[in-house]
């Protein structure tokens, strides 16, 4: 049979096939009519009193036939492949007193129906997935709903319901996106439904909400895992600033620690915050902490310094842990990257994934089953080429779950985005990720 689809929100009436088809006013209005009916029987002179608006009197024959004919049209249209056969998309009810026709198109396949189908859907799911069905539902408008029979009575109703559907549409779009921290996606909604109700004053305090919040803002992803006793949290933020977690730094093979003058480590990076946000500039001290931690691990190799111009000569395998302990919390500092002789830090997501295995089990080992905050290790200046900030928390969420799955390692895992990071973070993808953990 063919593929059919009913446009009643938009230009195009019909599809058949992916293409176009041409129908007259009258039969566009009585088909409409049946739509509207949502799949309950028509009379025919329910048909004709609605679409032949004339002054009450009885409905003739001749009036019938009229119903009848733009009946057959829109069965030639409909099923242009079953020619002669019955009717399966408009069948008759053969009543006592008058026939009686029906629409049987799927709900999917009329974009008025499917619209109401899709907001129902999004009212009782997860934001990420409201989005999903939202964005679908809102992109079924193009143009006037069914501005084609507007002028006509049996419409109106129909008509009146849709429009505040769409406004309400609009707005669970907009909270969607800001539950998932997506201010700029929900400013951009929210201007186009602004522009539609100018003067809706709820609508206006909204906008001027939104375009007070910080554009590298985020919100809170969170998914709980009880059958892991565990939760995933992804959160915009400063890694420093998140109370009650251990933290998780990402170092390069040598755990170089020089901030002068930016040649070997920056000092806006992670490991340079570690030494003036949590040692106090005091680098003869984390590098003390650093030898401690590093007492039980063997170098895989020491470098020459006619090789190697700055920094540390010993390296360590890539994946090794660090555990500095502080009064409250630990910082993890995990080796994922290579510290070219160049000077230039490099990893890849098999180096990340394994010492990812690592750090879990250094955290399973010291952390004491306590939150554990860690940034998007590749994302930064020791970045993994090629990879996305969402792939990384991905990667970085799948092998924290694989290893809860085994055995607990955190009550929480905190995977925090850097503000500078958010406005390139496809924060949509990685919620419906969390979405989809099992």
Same mark, same amino acid.
């Given at each position: #049979?063919?593929r059919?689809?009913?446009?009643l929100?938009?230009?195009?009436?019909?599809?058949?096939?992916?293409?176009?088809?041409?129908?007259?006013?009258?039969?566009?209005a009585?088909?409409? !009519?049946?739509?509207i009916?949502?799949?309950?029987?028509?009379?025919?002179d329910?048909?004709?009193?609605? +679409?032949?608006?004339t002054?009450?009197r009885?409905?003739?024959?001749?009036?019938?036939?009229?119903? =009848?004919?733009?009946?057959?049209?829109?069965?030639?249209v409909l099923?242009?492949? /079953?020619?002669g056969a019955?009717?399966?998309l408009?069948?008759?009810d /053969?009543?006592?007193?008058?026939?009686?026709? $029906?629409?049987?198109?799927?709900?999917?396949?009329?974009d008025?129906? $499917?619209?109401?189908?899709l907001?129902?859907?999004?009212?009782?799911?997860?934001a990420?997935?409201?989005v999903? @069905?939202l964005?679908?539902?809102?992109?079924?408008?193009r143009?006037?709903?069914?501005?084609? +029979?507007?002028?006509y009575?049996?419409?109106?109703?129909?008509?009146?319901?849709?429009?505040?559907?769409?406004?309400?549409?609009c /707005?669970?779009?907009?909270?969607?996106y =800001?539950?998932?921290?997506?201010?700029?996606e929900?400013? $951009?909604v929210?201007? +186009?439904?602004?522009?539609?109700?100018?003067d809706?004053p709820?609508?206006?305090? #909204?906008?001027?909400? &939104?375009?007070? !919040?910080?554009?590298?803002r985020?919100g809170?992803?969170r998914r709980d895992l009880?059958?892991?006793g565990t939760?995933?949290?992804?959160?915009?933020?400063?890694l420093?600033a998140q109370?009650?977690?251990? @933290?998780a730094?990402?170092?390069?093979?040598t755990f170089?620690?020089?901030?002068t003058?930016?040649?070997?480590?920056?000092?806006t990076?992670? =490991?340079?915050?570690?030494?003036?946000?949590?040692?106090?500039?005091?680098?003869t001290?984390?590098?003390?902490?650093l !030898?401690?931690?590093?007492?039980?691990v063997?170098?895989?190799?020491?470098e020459?310094?006619?090789?190697?111009?700055?920094?540390?000569?010993?390296?360590?395998?890539?994946?090794t842990v660090a555990?500095?302990?502080?009064?409250s919390?630990?910082?993890?500092?995990?080796?994922?990257?290579?510290?070219?002789?160049?000077l230039?830090?490099r990893?890849?997501?098999?180096?990340?994934?394994?010492?990812?295995?690592?750090?879990?089990?250094?955290?399973?080992?010291?952390?004491?089953?306590?939150?554990?905050?860690?940034p998007v290790?590749g994302?930064?200046?020791a970045?993994?080429?090629?990879t =996305?900030p969402?792939?990384?928390?991905?990667?970085?969420?799948?092998?924290?779950v694989?290893?809860s $799955?085994?055995?607990?390692?955190?009550r929480?895992?905190?995977?925090?985005?850097r503000?500078?990071?958010?406005?390139?973070?496809?924060? &949509?993808?990685?919620?419906?990720?969390?979405?989809?953990?099992p």
């Amino acid at each position: #049979m063919s593929r059919v689809r009913i446009g009643l929100l938009g230009p195009t009436v019909v599809e058949v096939d992916g293409r176009a088809v041409k129908l007259t006013p009258t039969t566009i209005a009585v088909l409409a !009519r049946l739509v509207i009916a949502n799949g309950d029987l028509v009379t025919v002179d329910e048909i004709f009193r609605d +679409v032949w608006p004339t002054p009450a009197r009885t409905v003739r024959r001749e009036d019938r036939i009229s119903v =009848q004919k733009r009946i057959l049209e829109l069965r030639r249209v409909l099923e242009p492949d /079953r020619a002669g056969a019955e009717s399966l998309l408009i069948p008759t009810d /053969r009543g006592a007193a008058t026939s009686a026709y $029906r629409l049987t198109v799927g709900r999917d396949h009329v974009d008025l129906h $499917r619209f109401g189908d899709l907001l129902a859907r999004a009212q009782q799911t997860d934001a990420a997935t409201a989005v999903e @069905l939202l964005t679908e539902a809102v992109a079924l408008w193009r143009g006037r709903p069914l501005f084609h +029979v507007e002028e006509y009575a049996f419409a109106r109703a129909t008509i009146a319901r849709l429009r505040p559907m769409h406004a309400a549409a609009c /707005r669970a779009l907009v909270e969607a996106y =800001q539950q998932l921290g997506l201010f700029d996606e929900a400013l $951009r909604v929210g201007e +186009v439904l602004h522009s539609e109700h100018p003067d809706d004053p709820g609508l206006a305090a #909204m906008l001027g909400e &939104l375009r007070g !919040r910080s554009r590298t803002r985020a919100g809170t992803l969170r998914r709980d895992l009880a059958a892991l006793g565990t939760a995933v949290v992804v959160t915009g933020g400063d890694l420093f600033a998140q109370e009650g977690a251990h @933290l998780a730094v990402g170092f390069s093979d040598t755990f170089d620690t020089d901030i002068t003058q930016d040649v070997v480590i920056s000092r806006t990076s992670l =490991q340079g915050q570690v030494l003036d946000r949590l040692y106090g500039g005091d680098r003869t001290r984390l590098d003390r902490d650093l !030898r401690n931690a590093l007492r039980t691990v063997d170098p895989v190799t020491v470098e020459s310094r006619a090789d190697k111009r700055r920094g540390k000569l010993a390296r360590y395998p890539v994946g090794t842990v660090a555990v500095l302990r502080g009064s409250s919390r630990q910082v993890f500092a995990v080796a994922y990257s290579v510290m070219g002789n160049d000077l230039v830090a490099r990893s890849s997501l098999d180096r990340l994934r394994h010492s990812l295995d690592n750090l879990w089990d250094a955290v399973d080992l010291h952390g004491r089953r306590e939150p554990v905050a860690v940034p998007v290790m590749g994302a930064g200046l020791a970045r993994v080429d090629g990879t =996305q900030p969402a792939t990384l928390i991905t990667t970085i969420v799948e092998s924290f779950v694989r290893r809860s $799955r085994h055995q607990p390692v955190s009550r929480e895992l905190r995977v925090v985005v850097r503000p500078e990071d958010l406005q390139r973070t496809a924060m &949509l993808d990685v919620a419906s990720f969390l979405k989809g953990l099992p």
